[in-house]
C-alpha cells in the first residue's frame, strides 16, 4: 500500500523554509549594513540563494534557483560592463535558455515534474520586467532594489513564508482522510499510526 504522506519530506519541507528565512533575514542585515550594495549581486545571490536550499526538496525550488542563478550571471556580467550593451537581450535570452536547458536536464533525470509552471513565470516575469524597462515605466527604484541585497534578502524571506504556509496546508490535506459511504463523502481525521 503506498503511504501518500511521508514525515521525512514533511521535516525537509519545513527545513528548506527555515533555511529560507534564515537566509533572507541574513541578506536583509547584510543589506541593512551596506555590504556588498555597490556591486550588482541582487540577482544572482536571490539564484544562489535557492539553489543552497534546493537540496532539502529539490522538487519544490531546484528549478526557479537554477533559472534565477543563470539570470544573475548575465545580469552581473551585463552591470560590470563586461557585455557590451548592445548585447543585453542576446546576454537574457542566453541565460533564460540555459535555464531552460538545466530545467529540462532536472525533469528529465525525475527532479521535478515536467509540468513545472515555475520556469514560464520567471521568463514571463522578466519578459515584462524588460519591456517596462524598454519603455521607462518601470520606477527609478527598482533597478538599484534588484540590484542591491535587498532583493535576496526580501524574495528568500517571502519564498520562506510562502513554503511553510504551504507546507501547513498540505500537511494538514494529508493529515485528513476522506472516506466514500454510500455515495456520501464524509472525513475522518487520520490517527497517529496513519490508519
Not at 539553489?51 to 556580467?77: D, E, H, I, Y
Not at 524598454?134 to 526580501?154: K, N, Y
Request: hydrophobic letters at 50%; aromatic letters at 10%; proline letters at 5%.
Amino acid at each position: 500500500m503506498q503511504q501518500p504522506f511521508s514525515a521525512s519530506r514533511h521535516v525537509n519541507i519545513r527545513r528548506q523554509a527555515y533555511a529560507l528565512l534564515l537566509l533572507g533575514i541574513v541578506f536583509l542585515i547584510l543589506a541593512r549594513q551596506g555590504f556588498l550594495n555597490p556591486y550588482s549581486l541582487g540577482v544572482l545571490l536571490l539564484g544562489l540563494g535557492i539553489l543552497g536550499v534546493a537540496p532539502f526538496n529539490p522538487r519544490r525550488f531546484l528549478s526557479a534557483g537554477w533559472l534565477m542563478a543563470s539570470l544573475g550571471v548575465a545580469t552581473f556580467l551585463m552591470f560590470r560592463h563586461s557585455i557590451p550593451d548592445s548585447q543585453v537581450l542576446t546576454a537574457h535570452l542566453l541565460a533564460i535558455g540555459l535555464g531552460l536547458l538545466g530545467i529540462a536536464w532536472m525533469a528529465r533525470r525525475g527532479y521535478i515534474r515536467a509540468g513545472a509552471l515555475t520556469p514560464g513565470f520567471f521568463v514571463v516575469g522578466v519578459g515584462v520586467t524588460e519591456y517596462l524597462q524598454a519603455v521607462h515605466l518601470m520606477p527609478s527604484t527598482v533597478v538599484p532594489f534588484a540590484l542591491s541585497l535587498w532583493l535576496p534578502g526580501f524574495g528568500l524571506f517571502a519564498l520562506g513564508l510562502v513554503s511553510l504556509a504551504a507546507n501547513g496546508r498540505t500537511y494538514l490535506a494529508e493529515r485528513m482522510k476522506t472516506k466514500v459511504h454510500h455515495g456520501s463523502r464524509t472525513v475522518h481525521a487520520a490517527k497517529e499510526d496513519g490508519r
